[in-house]
């Protein structure tokens, strides 16, 4: 197939998008696929031009454009197939506090939040108790991710993410093990658990710093508990309209009932990213991986 590999962009997320795009861009043309490299934030204007030149699209983005849909919606207008969520379901899940809206209304639990679309009054306080997660609402890649345990750390935290120009959620900190489960089609996959080698939590440098962390898949953990991720991941996916693959992302407290924070429409496609290790659990190798991805959107457009 002649495909065209969207990676770069404009996001925060660029570097990441691109580190990836490499990976994939070799693991398909060693499964015998012609792939051009697009790049939109150089590019943009040509996409429809040469999307249609391609009989599929392997989008790779993070942030804005591509997980808000944007690159989705553009692709939709000339018949362009595509991996993964359409644009609606993009948005959806990339909003985070709207997503925990649809999983609370659902029953599905998540740690409750505060939304701040904009910096809030001078005499302003938290509705929710310290500790708190602070976080950029449509960010990713763990940017800007903070643990605040007071209004001092939690007004420097603001301050850093308004001047970013982010919108803010606050969410309430719950004690716990880190773990996310993918979904693949209409199954999930076997769930991970993440251990960071330093600090509390799974930031940006515990993510991508070589043994920032550790990764154990299968999760070891209970099997009603890993039973539970799986299918709080499938239904969330679900839930968001989400099509092709997923990967969710949830807090595992003492008592093994897990709390889902967010779902990813685009998560890191590496061969060592969290998907793949996922789909390679159960005999899913890199390159097949990818093809699978291509053949479901393919599959969706039909």
Known sequence: MRILLIAGGWSSEREVSLNGAAGIAGALAERGH???????????????????????????????????????????????????????????????????????????????????????????????????????????????????????????????????????????????????????GEEALPPVLIQPLEGSYFDYMSKYRPGGAKELCPAPLPEETNRRLMDLALTAHRLLGIEGYSRADFIVPADGSPYILEVNTLPGMTATSLIPQEAAAVGIGFGELLERLLELGMRRKG
């Open 34 to 184: 012609s792939v051009t490299r697009f790049d939109p934030a150089f590019e943009f204007d040509a996409l429809l031009e040469k999307a249609a030149a391609h009989d599929a699209a392997f989008i790779n983005l993070h942030g804005a454009p591509g997980e808000d849909g944007l690159i989705q919606g553009l692709l939709d207008r000339i018949a362009c197939p595509y991996q993964g969520a359409g644009p609606a379901a993009s948005l959806l899940a990339l909003h985070k506090a709207a997503a925990k809206q649809v999983f609370r209304r659902a029953g599905l639990p998540t740690p409750d939040w505060e939304f701040l679309p904009a910096p809030p009054s001078a005499d302003w306080r938290p509705a929710l108790p310290y500790p708190l997660f602070v976080k950029a609402n449509t960010g990713g890649s763990s940017l800007r991710l903070a643990r605040v345990e007071d209004g001092q750390g939690l007004r420097a935290a603001l301050r850093e993410l308004f001047a970013a120009g982010e919108e803010v959620l606050l969410e309430t900190a719950v004690s716990g093990q880190e773990a996310t489960c993918g979904v693949l």
